[in-house]
């Protein structure tokens, strides 16, 4: 089974930013919509950003609204997440994952890959 992998975590101060990529070997990421979810200690998974495999449409949680912006990079097969003005509030596993519509919820399908961990914190 294809997996997907993220990378492009790290530490960083509050108000810093953060590129976070999805890619995957085996799976052709623009044949699918492809979320980002994220995990805090503690907190339930939730998602983050999603977009489209057909024309790009994006959707965004209201935190990350105005702050993350993704898109694909069609020569890397890969998914990116930019995080701008991240707060510590911020910090979790960030995952990615094919998306389907479901009932006006982008909910994920498929088995999670190892995410990439993101802290903010000075």
């Known amino acids: 089974q294809a997996q997907l992998v993220e990378s492009g975590g790290g530490l960083v101060q509050p108000g810093g930013s953060l590129r976070l990529s999805c890619t995957s070997s085996g799976f052709a990421l623009a044949d699918y919509a492809i979320g980002w979810f994220r995990q805090a200690p503690g907190k339930e998974r939730e998602g983050v950003s999603s977009?489209?495999?057909?024309?790009?449409?994006?959707w965004y949680a209201d935190f990350a609204e105005g702050r993350f912006t993704t898109f694909r990079d069609y020569s890397k097969n890969a998914v990116v997440l930019q995080m701008n003005n991240l707060k510590p509030e911020d910090t979790a596993i960030y995952y990615c994952?094919?998306?389907?519509?479901?009932?006006?919820?982008?909910?994920?399908?498929?088995?999670w890959g190892q995410g990439t961990q993101v802290t903010v914190s000075s």
């Open positions: 994952a094919p998306t389907v519509l479901d009932g006006g919820t982008w909910s994920p399908f498929g088995s």
């Open positions: 977009i489209t495999g057909s024309d790009g449409s994006t």
